[in-house]
């Protein structure tokens, strides 16, 4: 009898990556696909990606989709790093009828949402006890809050106002990049970021998720924080995975 198989696509503010995922085991199943968020990124011009993507693979089965959004029934609220068309778009019944799928077979969840899923499905058994809270340091930053491995959905923690400024807007690992900073100068940022986090929710672990993950080694060990921070087991294929992981159970949120 062979694995169980789901599809996953992770939309961020500069990717869009889709790839069958092994959901017995949590990994993608041979190399993804990732094609550049369309600028502007409206819900049409982002819906002809994620069909380009799902077609290239053959897929016909359920499709789990992120954005990076609030996402409630299906329907976005908000829109971080993406064209503010999203606001107020019904993404599931988009994707389904772009993808011609059956309004069931298409499940929509918040980006970091999903990675916090997969990491807790998969990763370390540490994820699944207490207050667990995943970050994802990318474009912009992404927050997923689980008790007792339970999620609690459509956080913005990266939008905590730190010293008068979004959060995001200068502890993300676009701000790293664009302003030039150093591991150190950058760790100093998020390690304001999280003593922040920390005073309000008192975390027990903080999962680090995003590409910038894939680096932790470099600015993890500059952290200077109470709560324990370990780079998520998935690296960037965590929203990918959690997506599909979604869609197979049918997860409406």
């Not at 959905?153 to 150093?182: C, M, Q, V, W, Y």
């Not at 390690?191 to 680090?208: C, F, K, M, V």
């Not at 690296?235 to 997860?251: H, T, Y």
Request: charged content about 25%; glycine content about 12%.
């Amino acid at each position: 009898m062979g694995a169980a198989r789901g599809f996953g696509v992770d939309i961020g503010g500069s990717g869009i990556k889709g790839c069958p995922v092994d959901l017995d085991a949590g990994k993608l199943v041979g190399d993804r696909i990732r094609v550049p968020t369309p600028q502007p990124s409206t819900p049409e011009a982002v819906a002809d990606v994620v069909a380009g993507i799902v077609r290239d693979f053959d897929w016909t089965g359920p499709i789990g989709v992120t954005l990076p959004a609030v996402i409630k029934r299906g329907v976005a609220h908000s829109a971080a790093n993406i064209d503010k068309s999203w606001i107020g778009t019904d993404a599931a019944a988009l994707f389904a009828a772009r993808l011609g799928l059956p309004l069931d077979q298409v499940t929509v969840l918040n980006d970091a949402d999903a990675a916090g899923v997969a990491e807790v499905r998969y990763g370390r058994p540490d994820d699944q006890t207490g207050v667990v809270v995943l970050l994802t340091f990318g474009t912009g930053i992404g927050s997923a809050l689980f008790l007792d491995g339970k999620l609690v959905p459509n956080t913005e923690f990266g939008h905590l106002e730190i010293d008068g400024h979004d959060a995001e807007t200068r502890a993300a690992a676009s701000a790293k990049e664009d302003e030039d900073l150093s591991w150190d100068q950058w760790a100093k940022r998020v390690t304001r970021y999280i003593s922040g986090l920390e005073n309000l929710i008192w975390p027990d672990l903080i999962i680090a998720g995003g590409g910038v993950s894939k680096k932790a080694d470099k600015w993890l060990p500059l952290l200077d924080v109470r709560t324990e921070v370990v780079a998520a087991e998935l690296r960037n294929d965590a929203g990918i995975v959690g997506a599909a992981l979604a869609a197979s159970r049918g997860v409406g949120l």
